[in-house]
């Protein structure tokens, strides 16, 4: 049953109505995910449209969504804010907003209608590298962490990083494992191992991320990492490190002096003293 403000004998029988946003949608999304917004429909009269409805209309006439006018408010009735699916595809999209015409004791409140346009972007991801050593020994194995994620949180296990050195070769690969890093929303992750250069200094690595046989498209993503390579150590040293009153040993335990870092372990373990 359709409500109105009270009318005086003057007043047409007919009311055009005007389609407006509350809440616009994005300019951009990314591809495939939720296109937010809220809509408002009045009349000149100011008439209560609760319980009609709002379409979504394609370019080919299909409805996409449909929300119902649910507050009214200031002589303007208005949908709660709902969603509906942006295209898989990248590019620009355009919808209509229609308010349907309707009839309802002898009054009639014509359609109404207003255009959106929104343009869907292929996901951005992005990388992260830690747990990078330095310094380490020339031509010796190392292990690094590399993890990748994505605007929408997509799932990007089993999908691949290559690691190049500063020529540009690829010198390594890895697949992301299957499940998030602790803590985070969907960082895929994956152990990578390398070897360290046959030459001492600062030497950079470069992560190149670029996902495909996704449902959704995706953009690649860049990083790069440094470390520094030293000379074999020339003695090796070991070093018990004990609670000073219970005699309990302390493992990894780290000092640091002008010429030499020391890695101070448990006593079953042991590592070379690095010199300055």
């Known amino acids: 049953m359709s409500k109105s403000v009270e009318r005086s004998d003057e007043e047409p029988r007919t009311h055009l109505t005007s389609v407006a946003l509350s809440r616009p949608p994005a300019a951009e999304v990314d591809a495939g995910t ?19 409805v709002i379409n979504v209309m394609a370019p080919d006439g299909a409805v996409v969504a449909v929300s119902g006018l649910a507050d009214f408010a200031d002589k303007a009735t208005e949908t709660t804010e709902f969603a509906f699916m942006a295209p898989e595809e990248v590019g620009e999209h355009s919808w209509t907003l229609v308010f349907p015409k309707h009839e309802a004791e002898g009054l009639v409140h014509e359609e109404g209608s207003l255009p959106i346009t929104v343009k869907t972007m292929a996901h951005d991801t992005s ?22 994620t994505c605007t929408a949180g997509c799932d990007l296990k089993g999908k691949e990083i290559q690691i190049c050195d500063e020529t540009g070769a690829s010198i390594a690969r890895g697949h992301l494992g299957e499940t998030p890093w602790n803590g985070t929303r969907a960082l895929y992750w994956t152990e990578v191992d390398l070897a360290a ?16 046989e ?20 020339q003695y090796s040293v070991t070093v018990k490190v004990v609670q000073k009153d219970a ?10 002096t002008p010429r030499c870092a020391w890695v101070f372990t448990s006593p079953v373990r042991t590592r070379p003293a690095w010199q300055g």
Not at 197 to 212: L, Q, V, Y
Not at 247 to 256: F, K, L, N
């Open 34 to 52: 939720d296109i937010v917004l809220k809509i408002k429909v009045s009349c000149p009269y100011g008439c209560d449209l609760r319980g009609r």
């Open 127 to 148: 990388l992260a590298v830690w747990d990078v050593p330095s310094p380490i020994v020339i031509d010796h194995p190392f292990r690094i962490h590399v993890g990748a």
């Open 197 to 212: 250069p046959a030459k001492e200094g600062a030497t950079w690595r470069s992560i190149s991320f670029a996902p495909t």
């Open 214 to 233: 996704l449902k959704l498209p995706h953009g690649g993503a860049s990083a790069r990492f440094g470390f520094e390579t030293v000379k074999p150590p």
């Open 247 to 256: 005699g309990t040993p302390v493992e990894d335990a780290q000092a640091r």
